[in-house]
C-alpha cells in the first residue's frame, strides 16, 4: 500500500470516527431536550440550569483536581476571559431551557442552527474576521429561514420562540470567548473551569427562593446532567477528529431526533414550516462551515 494510499484511508477513518462522534452528540443533546422538558413541569429554568451544572462539575471534578496546580493557577490569569465564557453560556442554557419548556423541542433547534450565522457577524464585529460577500449573503438567507418558523404577521410570535433563536446569538458570543481562550487554554481547562463558574452564576438566583427538587425528579436530573456532558464531550472529539465540513452535517440528525422524542415523550410534532425554515437554515450554515473551512 503505498503512502498516498495510507493517508487516504487514514482521512476516511478519522472522517468516519468523527462522523460517529456527532450522531453520538445529536443523540445526546436530543435527549437532554426531552429531559429539560420533562423537569420543567416541576423545576423552573433556573433550578434546571442549577441542578444540570451541579451534576456536570461532579463528573468533571476529577479532572478540575487535576487543574488545581500550577498549570491551573497559570490559566486563572485569563480569569476574565472564562468569567465572561461563563455569563454567557449561563444565559444562553437558560434561554434554551426556558423554550424548551414552553415551544416544541423541534421549533427550539431548528431556530438554533442559526448559532454559525451569529458567529459569522459576532467574530466579524469582535475578532476583526472577514467573512466575505458570500458569508453574509448566507445570514441573509439563514435569517429568512428563520421568518418561515416564526412566520410574523401570520403567527404570533412569543417570548419562549424569541428565547430560543437569543440563545443562539448567546452561545455565539460564548463560542467567540472559547476562541480566545483556545489560543492558550485546552479543551479540558475551559471545559472544566466553564462548568465550575457555571455552578456559582445558576445559584445566585436560587439563593432567593430556595427549595430542593422533588425526590422524583432527581433520576432525570442525574440523567440530563450525564447526557448533557456526554453531548458536549462528543461533539468536540467529533470536531477534533474530523474536518467541520464532513462531521457538521450530521448534527442536523437533531432536528428527527428530537421529533421522535417529542413525540413519543409529549405528543408533539413540528408543522411543515418548522421543517422548511429549518433546511434552509441548515444550508445556509453549511456554507458557511464549507467557505471557513476551505479557508484555513
Not at 97 to 120: C, G, R, S, W
Not at 140 to 150: A, M, N
Not at 168 to 190: C, D, G
Not at 206 to 227: H, K, M, N, S, Y
Amino acid at each position: 500500500m503505498t503512502e498516498g494510499t495510507d493517508t487516504a484511508v487514514d482521512r476516511r477513518s478519522a472522517a468516519l470516527r468523527g462522523i460517529a462522534w456527532m450522531v453520538v452528540a445529536a443523540v445526546g443533546y436530543s435527549l437532554n431536550a426531552g429531559l429539560v422538558k420533562q423537569l420543567s413541569s416541576d423545576l423552573n429554568t433556573f433550578e434546571i440550569v442549577f441542578w444540570r451544572s451541579v451534576v456536570a462539575t461532579i463528573i468533571l471534578f476529577p479532572f478540575f483536581y487535576k487543574h488545581l496546580g500550577a498549570a491551573g493557577r497559570e490559566s486563572l490569569k485569563n480569569w476574565h476571559l472564562f468569567l465572561l465564557r461563563g455569563i454567557f453560556t449561563y444565559l444562553g442554557m437558560a434561554a434554551t431551557y426556558y423554550a424548551l419548556a414552553n415551544i416544541p423541542i423541534a421549533d427550539v433547534y431548528a431556530l438554533q442552527f442559526t448559532l454559525p450565522l451569529f458567529m459569522i457577524i459576532i467574530a466579524a464585529l469582535f475578532l476583526g474576521e472577514k467573512a466575505g460577500i458570500g458569508g453574509f449573503v448566507a445570514c441573509l438567507v439563514g435569517f429568512s429561514g428563520t421568518l418561515i418558523i416564526l412566520r410574523p404577521g401570520f403567527e404570533t410570535i412569543g417570548v419562549a420562540a424569541l428565547a430560543a433563536l437569543g440563545s443562539a446569538v448567546l452561545y455565539s458570543i460564548s463560542n467567540v470567548f472559547i476562541k480566545l481562550l483556545t489560543r492558550t487554554e485546552t479543551t479540558t481547562t475551559i471545559t472544566v473551569y466553564g462548568n465550575f463558574i457555571m455552578v456559582v452564576l445558576a445559584l445566585v438566583p436560587l439563593l432567593f427562593d430556595w427549595r430542593w427538587p422533588p425526590v422524583e425528579t432527581i433520576g432525570w436530573i442525574i440523567a440530563l446532567g450525564v447526557f448533557t456532558t456526554a453531548g458536549q464531550w462528543a461533539l468536540t472529539r467529533a470536531i477534533a477528529t474530523a474536518d467541520a465540513r464532513v462531521v457538521w452535517p450530521f448534527d442536523f440528525l437533531r432536528m428527527p431526533f428530537t421529533v421522535g422524542i417529542g413525540y413519543v415523550m409529549f405528543g408533539q410534532l413540528p408543522g411543515i414550516w418548522t421543517w422548511v425554515g429549518a433546511v434552509v437554515i441548515f444550508g445556509a450554515a453549511y456554507y458557511v462551515i464549507r467557505k471557513e473551512a476551505a479557508t484555513k
